[in-house]
């Protein structure tokens, strides 16, 4: 009885720390407001090409009082996920101008953590000055035509 009982408790601890990597993932709707969707133009000022999910900074207005501020994309398609569709690091660079189209606004633009923008944004279509959409979850050739 105790070889078996060890055996169910072996088990058991397996799979708890089977499902660990599980919880480290978070939804959209705790970190961005999904009625809160803006869309904006704006210069490219860095990107962070790196797992979990590709970076993007820019400048751009800020739609409620008209200034200059500094917006992080975040929470964007992972690199492999891109990189299996034809995208790299080079298919858009600091400086480019672009447009982001039904991005949605952080719960929290003022949390501490909040050091290298000004504003957080998740999800969105982004375009080139081009008209081309960039890091979409379908293939480059596809999003080129």
Not at 81 to 99: M, S, V
């Amino acid at each position: 009885m105790t070889r078996y009982s060890r055996s169910v408790w072996l088990l058991g601890f397996a799979l708890l720390l089977l499902a660990v990597p599980v919880f480290g993932h978070h939804g959209a709707a705790s970190v961005y407001d999904p009625n809160n969707k803006i869309t904006l133009k704006g210069t490219v000022t860095k990107l962070l090409w790196a797992n979990p999910h590709v970076e993007v900074y820019f400048d751009a207005l800020d739609p409620v009082n008209g200034k200059m501020v500094h917006w992080e994309l975040g929470d964007g398609q992972g690199v492999q996920h891109l990189y299996k569709n034809g995208w790299t690091r080079n298919d858009l660079t600091a400086g480019e101008t672009i447009t982001v189209t039904d991005a949605t606004r952080s719960w929290n633009d003022s949390a501490p953590d909040v050091k290298n923008f000004d504003f957080r944004l998740g999800g969105g279509v982004i375009t080139n000055a081009d008209g081309h959409r960039v890091f979409t979850s379908i293939s480059k050739d596809e999003a080129r035509s």
